[in-house]
């Protein structure tokens, strides 16, 4: 038999797969297949995630792998299904939405959950049509690995694939499929369904999943009483304020932040209408639907802590006390702001926290918000300034030279005595000199509109290892041009 004839039956990943979500019922998916896209081709891999998910060497090189993760050939031992959740959507009740076009491949045995998001319809499509534009999955793709690159919690992406297959969105483009990967994809807005839907059984089978899964040490709690409901509520709204103060901390605005967009494992995930700020401004709006600025970058915070009310309202009827519920967010409120001065005290070379720091943390913000100075490059060059003692580079990206200096004796006197080469060294390791700001990964699709993929390969190298210096790419590091600012990213993906 030919090598072919065998492929198209299902394609072997080299993966085994276990039961995973799927075990819940068939109340939390519906069971389906893919949609096959024509003539698939790849666009982007990365191979820190197929060591990750322990693929055998060389697994690209099948066409039979090409197709499967397109869609267009089912993968052996794996039972694909779209999971339903529901959600707030900018702050109103959305009723159902769920895996509208991802669908859930299976678990590995090593304990992560595979989607093939652009996969094609399912029930919970809602008249969309069930894909992914190749723009967004390139930009999907990228931050996913760039998020992870930079140390903050993410799903991952394992790759782009492509097809010249038409999708209708403002104006014709091609559809992708991005192949992403992560230890669950179980959100807010899971629980928050079956609470809406008055399904007590449902909702505690799927909070003991995840706590028996993921927050292990919920069960033999003694916070609460010993209530594993509560634990589990703090240890999210914990490990969500942990993420939100990386993103505040590297400058990433999400731009959806509905609850079906919050991961219940603190994870990033759904990149839309994400940016990285360029030049630092706390009120910036990234998604262009988002007309009231409801998730604006100095929102977030407060969002994601509204966000984790709705899933305390939701976890009401397992915790059984309203007033136990709110208790169990209230370090929401200490954690947040430890976690992001930590981070921001990293950027500054500091070790150890002092009286005097949040000033200096807010001096120095207030002084890029006045300028709107690159938040990236300011921070870089901050770094080097350190390292090599020239203040020239950091000072000539301030207009208000005084209050620069002003702010510059203060973080000097807060260094006095200290080791600069290991500060130095900190705020490098803190402080990237690459982050996918939008012109990069534009200029990388319109390459790869036109078949030229190498644009994603460069950045993703890049985009992997941000602290490094990787000489020679230092264009990949510079200001955004001028049309950067008209780049207009929409929810439409
Ligand atoms: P998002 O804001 O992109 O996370 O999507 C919100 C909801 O819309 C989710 O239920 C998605 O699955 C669904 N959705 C988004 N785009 C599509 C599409 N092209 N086809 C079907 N469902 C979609
Ligand atoms: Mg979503």
């Given amino acids: 038999m030919s090598l072919l004839a065998e492929d198209t039956e299902a394609a072997d990943l080299g993966l085994r797969w276990k039961p995973g979500f799927a075990a819940l019922g068939p109340a939390f998916f519906t069971e389906l297949r893919p949609t096959p896209l024509p003539d698939p081709y790849w666009v982007g891999r990365s191979e820190a995630v197929a060591r990750e998910l322990g693929l055998p060497t060389g697994w690209h090189e099948s066409k039979a792998t090409l197709a499967a993760l397109t869609g267009s050939l089912p993968v052996a031992g794996a039972r694909p299904i779209a999971t339903v959740y529901s959600g707030h959507q900018f702050g109103v009740w959305a009723g159902q939405l769920g895996d509208g076009r991802a669908i859930m491949l299976g678990e590995t045995e090593g304990g992560l959950e595979v989607q093939l998001k652009g996969a094609g319809r399912t029930p919970y499509s809602r008249g969309g049509d069930g894909r992914a534009v190749l723009r967004s999955s390139i930009r999907e793709f990228l931050c996913s690995e760039a998020m992870h690159g930079l140390g903050i919690p993410t799903t991952r992406a394992l790759c782009v694939t492509g097809s010249d297959a038409p999708v209708y969105r403002e104006e014709i483009e091609s559809a992708a499929v991005v192949t992403r990967v992560a230890p669950s994809f179980v959100r807010f807005g899971h629980f928050e369904h079956f609470a809406a839907n008055q399904r007590d059984e449902e909702l505690s089978a799927l909070a003991d999943y995840v706590i028996d899964r993921y927050y292990p040490a919920c069960r033999t709690t003694d916070r609460f009483g010993g209530n594993a409901y509560a634990a589990f509520l703090e240890a999210v709204s914990e490990r969500t304020a942990a993420l939100l103060a990386q993103w505040q901390a590297v400058g990433f605005c999400h731009g959806v932040m509905n609850t079906d967009n919050m991961s219940i494992l603190g994870l990033t995930i759904d990149y839309g209408p994400f940016q990285f700020l360029d030049g630092f401004d706390p009120r910036h709006i990234c998604n262009h639907s988002d007309t009231q600025g409801r998730y604006a970058f100095n929102q977030q915070p407060n969002v994601a802590y509204w966000n984790l009310f709705c899933l305390a309202q939701a976890l009401l009827p397992l915790i059984g006390d309203q007033e136990v519920a709110v208790a169990a967010l209230e370090s929401y409120k200490t954690v947040f702001p430890n976690e992001f001065e930590g981070r921001m005290r990293a950027k500054l070379g500091l070790t150890e926290a002092a009286e005097g720091d949040r000033p200096l943390i807010e001096g120095v913000l207030k002084l890029l918000a006045a300028g709107k100075v690159d938040y990236t490059?300011?921070?870089?060059?901050?770094?080097?300034?350190?390292?090599?003692?020239?203040?020239?580079?950091?000072?000539?990206?301030?207009?208000?030279?005084?209050?620069?200096?002003?702010?510059?004796?203060?973080f000097s006197q807060r260094h006095a005595g200290a080791d600069r080469t290991l500060a130095a060294e900190l705020m490098r390791r803190s402080n990237p000199k690459f982050v996918l700001r939008n012109h990069l990964g534009q200029q990388a699709i319109e390459a790869s509109q036109q078949k030229d993929h190498s644009g994603v390969a460069t950045l993703l190298a890049l985009l992997q290892t941000p602290f490094e210096e990787h000489p020679g790419a230092d264009a990949y590091a510079g200001f955004p041009p001028d049309w950067a600012s008209t780049i207009e990213i929409s929810c439409s993906s």
């Fill in 377 to 410: 490059i300011f921070w870089r060059r901050l770094s080097g300034y350190m390292a090599d003692g020239n203040v020239e580079p950091v000072r000539d990206l301030f207009l208000d030279r005084a209050g620069f200096d002003a702010w510059l004796l203060s």
